[in-house]
C-alpha cells in the first residue's frame, strides 16, 4: 500500500451545475392591494406597496434578474404609473394608477397585473416565473 495514491476520497464527483430556476413571492401579503378612498378620485399607489422577490439557484452564479409587468385587465383606467428598477432580485419600486369608482354605492374596480423575473446565470441560461398581483379599488 505504500507509495499508491488514491484519488476523490471523501469527496463526490462532480456532475455538473444543477439546473437553472428560479422562485418568486412576495415578501408581505398575498399579491392584493386594496385602495379605498374617496368617490371619484385618482389614487397612486407608493414605491414599496408592491414588495417581490427571486430567488435563483442552480446554473452558475452569478445571476442577474430582468422583471417586466402586464396589465391582464382592467376594469377602470387603471395603468403603470412606474415599472421602477426592474434588474435586482427585489423588485419594490413598481407603482401603479387607479381610478376609485364615482360613486360611494358603485362596485369596486380591479385590475389585474402579471410580474414575470427572469433570472439569466453567467453561462447565459434563462429561467423565469411569474406572479399575479390585483388592485382593488373601493369608494368610501
Given at each position: ?29 398575498e ?13 397612486d ?9 427571486g ?86
Amino acid at each position: 500500500m505504500f507509495g499508491r495514491t488514491v484519488s476523490g476520497f471523501g469527496s463526490r464527483a462532480k456532475r455538473g451545475a444543477a439546473p437553472l430556476s428560479i422562485s418568486v413571492a412576495y415578501n408581505a401579503g398575498e399579491g392584493v392591494i386594496e385602495a379605498a378612498a374617496p368617490a371619484g378620485i385618482t389614487l397612486d399607489t407608493n414605491a414599496g406597496d408592491v414588495d417581490a422577490t427571486g430567488s435563483a439557484s442552480g446554473g452558475t452564479a452569478p445571476y442577474s434578474f430582468a422583471w417586466t409587468v402586464t396589465e391582464d385587465s382592467d376594469q377602470g383606467d387603471c395603468a403603470v404609473l412606474a415599472a421602477g428598477t426592474q434588474n435586482a432580485a427585489q423588485y419594490n419600486t413598481l407603482t401603479l394608477r387607479t381610478v376609485i369608482p364615482a360613486s360611494p354605492t358603485d362596485p369596486p374596480v380591479e385590475a389585474s397585473y402579471t410580474l414575470r423575473c427572469t433570472v439569466t446565470d453567467s453561462t447565459s441560461a434563462t429561467a423565469s416565473a411569474t406572479l399575479n398581483l390585483t388592485v382593488v379599488s373601493i369608494p368610501l
